[in-house]
Protein backbone atom coordinates (compact mmCIF):
# COMPACT_ATOMS: atom_id res chain seq x y z
CA UNK A 1 0.00 0.00 0.00
CA UNK A 2 1.27 3.44 -0.80
CA UNK A 3 1.30 5.21 2.80
CA UNK A 4 2.38 8.86 1.15
CA UNK A 5 -1.18 10.16 0.98
CA UNK A 6 -2.13 9.53 4.59
CA UNK A 7 1.23 10.67 5.59
CA UNK A 8 0.56 14.17 6.69
CA UNK A 9 3.20 16.69 6.12
CA UNK A 10 3.54 19.55 8.41
CA UNK A 11 6.25 22.41 6.94
CA UNK A 12 7.85 24.92 9.76
CA UNK A 13 7.45 22.34 13.00
CA UNK A 14 8.83 22.14 15.23
CA UNK A 15 10.47 25.30 14.25
CA UNK A 16 11.20 26.94 11.31
CA UNK A 17 12.65 24.99 7.94
CA UNK A 18 11.77 21.29 9.45
CA UNK A 19 8.87 19.17 7.25
CA UNK A 20 7.39 16.90 9.64
CA UNK A 21 5.99 14.42 8.65
CA UNK A 22 2.91 13.43 10.98
CA UNK A 23 2.32 9.08 11.08
CA UNK A 24 -0.61 9.88 13.12
CA UNK A 25 -2.58 9.75 10.00
CA UNK A 26 -1.89 6.46 9.09
CA UNK A 27 -3.33 5.75 12.71
CA UNK A 28 -6.59 6.77 12.18
CA UNK A 29 -7.31 4.51 8.78
CA UNK A 30 -8.55 0.60 10.29
CA UNK A 31 -7.47 -0.76 6.77
CA UNK A 32 -3.85 1.52 6.37
CA UNK A 33 -3.04 0.74 9.71
CA UNK A 34 -3.81 -2.82 9.51
CA UNK A 35 -1.62 -2.74 6.26
CA UNK A 36 1.45 -0.77 7.80
CA UNK A 37 1.51 -3.56 10.66
CA UNK A 38 1.71 -6.25 8.61
CA UNK A 39 4.32 -4.69 6.90
CA UNK A 40 6.28 -3.63 9.66
CA UNK A 41 5.93 -7.12 10.96
CA UNK A 42 6.73 -9.23 8.09
CA UNK A 43 10.48 -9.12 8.00
CA UNK A 44 10.56 -10.25 11.63
CA UNK A 45 7.95 -13.19 12.22
CA UNK A 46 10.42 -15.67 11.79
CA UNK A 47 13.16 -13.92 14.16
CA UNK A 48 12.01 -14.89 17.70
CA UNK A 49 11.77 -11.66 19.30
CA UNK A 50 11.76 -11.60 22.23
CA UNK A 51 11.32 -7.67 23.01
CA UNK A 52 10.09 -4.58 21.04
CA UNK A 53 11.32 -1.41 21.90
CA UNK A 54 9.25 1.55 21.21
CA UNK A 55 10.81 4.89 21.34
CA UNK A 56 8.69 7.63 22.97
CA UNK A 57 5.96 8.53 21.56
CA UNK A 58 4.66 7.33 18.22
CA UNK A 59 6.76 4.91 18.33
CA UNK A 60 4.83 2.98 21.95
CA UNK A 61 1.68 2.96 19.56
CA UNK A 62 3.99 0.65 16.40
CA UNK A 63 6.08 -1.19 19.32
CA UNK A 64 2.24 -2.49 21.17
CA UNK A 65 0.47 -4.09 18.33
CA UNK A 66 4.24 -5.20 16.80
CA UNK A 67 4.90 -7.00 19.43
CA UNK A 68 1.70 -8.38 19.97
CA UNK A 69 1.68 -9.74 16.39
CA UNK A 70 5.48 -11.70 17.20
CA UNK A 71 4.64 -12.99 20.43
CA UNK A 72 6.52 -10.53 22.08
CA UNK A 73 7.17 -8.30 25.17
CA UNK A 74 7.04 -4.52 24.58
CA UNK A 75 10.22 -2.34 26.58
CA UNK A 76 9.43 1.52 26.68
CA UNK A 77 12.23 4.06 25.80
CA UNK A 78 10.54 7.87 27.09
CA UNK A 79 12.18 11.02 27.78
CA UNK A 80 13.87 12.13 30.74
CA UNK A 81 11.89 11.69 34.17
CA UNK A 82 8.83 10.13 32.79
CA UNK A 83 9.51 6.51 33.95
CA UNK A 84 8.60 5.75 37.22
CA UNK A 85 11.67 3.08 38.23
CA UNK A 86 15.26 3.27 38.12
CA UNK A 87 16.48 4.10 34.72
CA UNK A 88 19.63 4.09 32.74
CA UNK A 89 19.85 7.38 30.53
CA UNK A 90 21.33 8.57 27.36
CA UNK A 91 21.36 11.68 25.81
CA UNK A 92 21.71 12.46 22.00
CA UNK A 93 21.68 15.45 19.25
CA UNK A 94 18.98 15.74 16.80
CA UNK A 95 18.66 18.12 13.54
CA UNK A 96 17.19 20.87 15.90
CA UNK A 97 17.44 19.98 19.39
CA UNK A 98 19.55 17.83 22.09
CA UNK A 99 17.21 15.50 24.31
CA UNK A 100 18.01 12.71 26.96
CA UNK A 101 16.14 9.38 27.10
CA UNK A 102 15.76 6.73 29.78
CA UNK A 103 14.75 2.99 29.91
CA UNK A 104 14.22 1.07 33.10
CA UNK A 105 17.28 -0.65 33.88
CA UNK A 106 15.67 -3.65 34.09
CA UNK A 107 13.23 -3.94 31.27
CA UNK A 108 15.77 -5.54 28.91
CA UNK A 109 17.46 -9.14 30.17
CA UNK A 110 20.84 -10.68 28.47
CA UNK A 111 20.52 -12.19 25.60
CA UNK A 112 16.89 -11.21 24.80
CA UNK A 113 16.22 -10.56 20.86
CA UNK A 114 15.52 -7.32 21.02
CA UNK A 115 13.71 -5.16 17.46
CA UNK A 116 13.73 -1.41 17.97
CA UNK A 117 10.39 0.60 16.48
CA UNK A 118 10.14 4.20 15.62
CA UNK A 119 7.92 6.42 13.65
CA UNK A 120 11.17 8.33 11.61
CA UNK A 121 14.42 7.66 10.63
CA UNK A 122 16.31 10.72 9.80
CA UNK A 123 19.74 11.81 11.61
CA UNK A 124 19.84 8.64 13.57
CA UNK A 125 19.89 10.13 17.32
CA UNK A 126 17.28 9.19 18.69
CA UNK A 127 17.77 5.67 17.43
CA UNK A 128 21.42 5.69 18.17
CA UNK A 129 20.61 6.02 22.00
CA UNK A 130 18.00 3.87 21.85
CA UNK A 131 20.68 1.36 20.62
CA UNK A 132 23.32 2.53 23.35
CA UNK A 133 20.65 1.79 26.17
CA UNK A 134 19.11 -1.51 24.80
CA UNK A 135 23.08 -3.03 24.31
CA UNK A 136 24.36 -1.34 27.85
CA UNK A 137 21.16 -3.66 29.29
CA UNK A 138 22.91 -7.00 26.99
CA UNK A 139 20.08 -6.92 24.92
CA UNK A 140 20.80 -8.63 21.15
CA UNK A 141 19.50 -6.15 18.49
CA UNK A 142 17.98 -8.22 15.74
CA UNK A 143 16.80 -5.10 13.45
CA UNK A 144 15.62 -1.67 13.20
CA UNK A 145 12.27 -0.79 12.12
CA UNK A 146 10.52 2.78 11.44
CA UNK A 147 7.90 3.74 9.13
CA UNK A 148 9.63 7.21 7.43
CA UNK A 149 13.06 7.25 6.24
CA UNK A 150 14.69 10.33 5.35
CA UNK A 151 18.03 8.86 3.58
CA UNK A 152 19.18 12.88 3.03
CA UNK A 153 19.83 13.17 6.77
CA UNK A 154 22.09 10.34 6.83
CA UNK A 155 20.73 8.29 9.51
CA UNK A 156 20.49 5.48 7.47
CA UNK A 157 24.06 5.49 6.93
CA UNK A 158 25.26 6.11 10.23
CA UNK A 159 23.05 2.92 11.52
CA UNK A 160 23.60 0.02 8.65
CA UNK A 161 24.85 -2.46 10.92
CA UNK A 162 21.87 -2.81 12.12
CA UNK A 163 19.96 -2.54 8.72
CA UNK A 164 17.35 -0.49 9.57
CA UNK A 165 13.96 -0.66 7.90
CA UNK A 166 11.47 1.44 7.10
CA UNK A 167 8.01 1.28 4.73
CA UNK A 168 8.38 4.99 2.66
CA UNK A 169 11.79 6.94 1.99
CA UNK A 170 11.47 10.77 1.28
CA UNK A 171 13.66 12.65 -0.07
CA UNK A 172 12.49 16.57 0.89
CA UNK A 173 9.03 16.03 -0.37
CA UNK A 174 9.39 13.25 -2.90
CA UNK A 175 9.37 9.43 -2.25
CA UNK A 176 11.96 8.00 -3.57
Same mark, same amino acid.
Given at each position: ?12 ? =?? %???? /? ?5 ? /?????? /? ?8 ? #? ?28 ? @? ?6 ? @??? #? ?10 EYASETVEMHEDTIKTGERVLI ?7 ? @? ?14 ? !? !? ?7 ? =? /?? @? ?7 ? %? =? ?5 ? %? ?5
Open positions: MDLDPFIRKVPNW =PK %QGIL /FYDVTTL /FENKEV /FASLVETLVA #PYVREKIDKVVGIDARGFILAGVVGYKLGA @GVSLIRKK @GKL #PYKTIAESYTLIDDLLATG @GTLEAAIKLVERLGGN !I !IGIACVVNL =P /FL @GGETKLKKY %Q =PYSLISY %QGEKVV
